[in-house]
């Protein structure tokens, strides 16, 4: 009797075993699943987010102060969507939280570069693209303007192939960000500088600095007289961190030339746009006809830009950027129709001249890339040595993420200063990787290929490492990239969408009839 039982006792465990698991399971999936929504609050984030300047931004945006009266939570932007992949959504999650709370305990706020938290380049590694069309379905709302339809249209278009992200264009959506504004600018900029008007182009009557006055304008621009000479284009074999498009070295002679002190800034820029833009979108096949032509006496000029270039950071005395190399070309066609000189870019050459001022060394001061880069090993225990690089160089190591005057650090030996870093700035010359191996030994004034896809930049910017600022240091345009989000057919000739560490300073010829000694 008890024998037959024994069975029905081990299935009653059993069951209940099961239905205790099942319970126990159900209570559990129910603590995390409660654990979850709790710790997925704005209030329970700002407890351990140690950005409180993020929390007060965030109150202040669209996505808190939306007209529906609608609040978007932190983590409707900051971790993907749950319903999408829950197992995405928890390791997003797991992975955030661990961040904010060792952060929380083990990080001074004061220490941290807020500003580079700002930038879409991070912006992009934290908030959630499927997010944002998960909540913005439509994506053409009553109201939006053409500019907008022509910019969502692009957006369905290509957001897989180009892999473009709604941040790209609504970076302050989530957070406010004073300066920047979504929308394009109108009319012309009637901040330019002091206010004085020039009534003639300055008098050069030797080879000695001078100060360009633009007529008609409130645009000075310092022009340094550089001195002739040879030096050693590219970089030796042994440099650290040298490519391979750096040499071979080759001796050169450059011809004396005036060069801009600075970059070109917002003030001279404006003073230019202002002067020649156009406020409808003209065909580029008409502007290059006309400013082609050999009798041009007022150039076609740029349109305007949507969104401020700025990126929000300021203009006056910054340089100006994010306009193309046509856009820069065009400018120096202009400032040489209002002074009567030759003013244009630079060659590689007479550039790597001038922000070598001189000397032959990695940099135009004293220092081994090695010291001030942050690549490497060694660099996850001991920090990069600043003391030196930060007196000349606006880098990554102390730019905080966005472009500076130019009197935030000293000049190079002939006076010019940020040729290395702030913006990368463009070369006259078409970009070869063997361009180097087609100049002869003993060149004079060499210039680069006759033809090519894109044109040289130089110099590095603001957000490079300290390798990339180099005397040698090469790169070029990237027109395509450049231009990924710009939803216009064509793209636009005058502003790139994409890039903002470029810019560019100007090249004086000697005039007839100055003499100068070698």
Not at 115 to 125: D, I, P, Q, V, W
Request: glycine share 8%; hydrophobic share 30%; net charge negative.
């Amino acid at each position: 009797m008890s024998e037959r039982k024994k069975p029905k006792s081990i299935t009653k465990a059993i069951v209940l075993s099961l239905a205790g698991g099942l319970v126990l399971g159900i209570v559990v999936m129910l603590f995390i699943g409660h654990t979850m929504a709790k710790t997925s609050s704005s209030d329970y984030c700002m407890s351990c987010h140690v950005h409180e300047q993020a929390d007060a931004d965030w109150k202040k945006s669209k996505h808190y102060n939306s007209s529906s009266g609608a609040v978007v939570d932190c983590a409707e932007c900051h971790l993907p969507p749950k319903e999408e992949s829950p197992m995405r959504y928890w390791m997003a999650k797991a992975r955030s939280g661990a961040k904010d709370i060792w952060s929380k305990w083990t990080k001074d706020p004061e220490s941290f570069d807020w500003e580079s938290r700002r930038n879409l380049e991070y912006a992009t590694g934290i908030v959630y693209n499927e997010s944002c069309e998960k909540c913005h379905v439509n994506l053409f709302p009553e109201g939006i303007t053409d500019d907008g339809i022509t910019a969502h249209l692009h957006y369905e278009e290509n957001a897989e192939a180009q892999d473009l992200q709604c941040i790209s264009c609504h970076l302050d959506a989530g957070h406010l960000m004073p300066g920047y504004e979504h929308k394009s600018l109108k009319g012309k900029v009637m901040t330019t500088g002091t206010g004085v008007r020039y009534e003639k182009a300055a008098e050069v009557t030797s080879f000695t600095s001078f100060d360009e006055t633009v007529p008609g304008t409130s645009a000075c621009i310092r022009m340094i007289a550089v001195p002739g000479g040879e030096f050693l284009m590219g970089s030796p074999e042994d440099e650290p961190f040298r490519n391979g498009d750096e040499g071979p070295q080759k001796k050169v002679r450059i011809s004396p030339f005036f060069m801009a002190e600075v970059e070109i800034t917002w003030d001279q820029f404006w003073e230019f746009y202002n002067e020649t833009m156009s406020e409808g979108r003209t065909p580029p096949a008409k502007i290059y006809a006309n400013n082609s032509r050999e009798d041009c006496d007022a150039v076609s000029g740029p349109t305007p830009p949507f969104g401020f270039p700025d990126q929000g950071w300021g203009m006056g005395e910054r340089p100006a950027i994010t306009m193309t190399y046509y856009s820069a070309q065009t400018f120096c066609q202009w400032l040489s129709l209002k002074t009567g000189r030759k003013y244009r870019l630079p060659t590689e050459a007479e550039w790597e001249y001038a922000a070598r001022g001189g000397t032959s060394t990695p940099y135009f001061f004293e220092g081994n890339p090695k010291a001030y880069s942050n690549e490497g090993f060694i660099r996850k225990f001991k920090a990069a040595d600043t003391t030196m690089i930060r007196r000349y160089v606006v880098y990554e190591g102390d730019s905080g993420s966005r472009t500076s005057e130019a009197s935030a650090v000293k000049a190079n030996p002939f006076g010019l200063k940020n040729m290395l870093g702030n913006v990368m700035e463009y070369c006259s010359d078409w970009y070869a990787e063997d361009a180097y191996s087609q100049i002869p030994d003993g060149a004079v004034d060499p210039k680069g290929p006759e033809s090519g896809e894109e044109h040289v930049v130089r110099g590095g910017c603001y957000a490079d490492d300290a390798s990339k600022v180099r005397c040698a240091s090469r790169s070029h345009t990237r027109n395509d990239a450049w231009l990924r989000t710009d939803p216009q057919n064509p793209k636009s000739i005058w502003w790139y969408s994409d890039i903002k560490g470029i810019g560019f300073r100007v090249v004086c010829e000697v005039p007839e009839g100055i003499g100068f000694s070698q």
